[in-house]
């Protein structure tokens, strides 16, 4: 069965950190593109990082927002996706979502809340 | 970035009706590999959204045939041929061809 399982979300500070995680099974992660994409009711869906898999060699890309603050990686052996978020602003207040191109559905997300 | 800009942005649908979303991006959306990445989204309500087409029109697995989706260039429509209760949600246009990949901004369905 194909499986994405988000955890890391929480309650924190602006200014503070976390680190997302995502742990999939089912399909061929090492290979797999794989993506955080958020969701806000305010900016609705949004793109954060992606990180290309093994044949594309792994490199990442960031949006804006993101770019700087986020640092996208993943454990092939772990078949395990993180994100890591320094710097955080309430801005950053959403959804979290792991994602990949090669399945079409999505983890049930991990909240993130930035607030003082 | 691109925009995808939907409309309507609400759309309230009779039981057995069609429907019909349309999604236009502010540049073309094919990539060099001669692909159009466009794709369509369901979210239900409480759930994380699911992709339904891929490509332009390529139908996810297990997704109802009464879901097709079309269009080029510029323009693109995901139609229902008949709404069932299950369809409320919203729906979301994504192109992926570009960089950053951008969404709409979502269509609610409701039923009538």
Redesign the interface.
Known sequence: EVQLVESGGGFVKPGGSLRLSCVTSGFDFTYAWM?WVR?TPGK????VA?IKGKAGGGTS?Y??PAKGRFTISRDDSRNTLYLQMNSLKTEDTAIY?CTT?DI??????TLVTVSS | DVVMTQSPLSLPVTLGQPASISCRSSQGLVFTDGNTYLNWFQQRPGQSPRRLIYKVSSRDSGVPDRFSGSGSGLDFTLKISRVEAEDVGVYYCMQGTHWPRTFGQGTKLEIK
């Open positions: 993506n969701q609705g869906l949004e793109w992606r890309d949006t804006a979502y191109d079409p559905t999505w983890g049930r997300g």
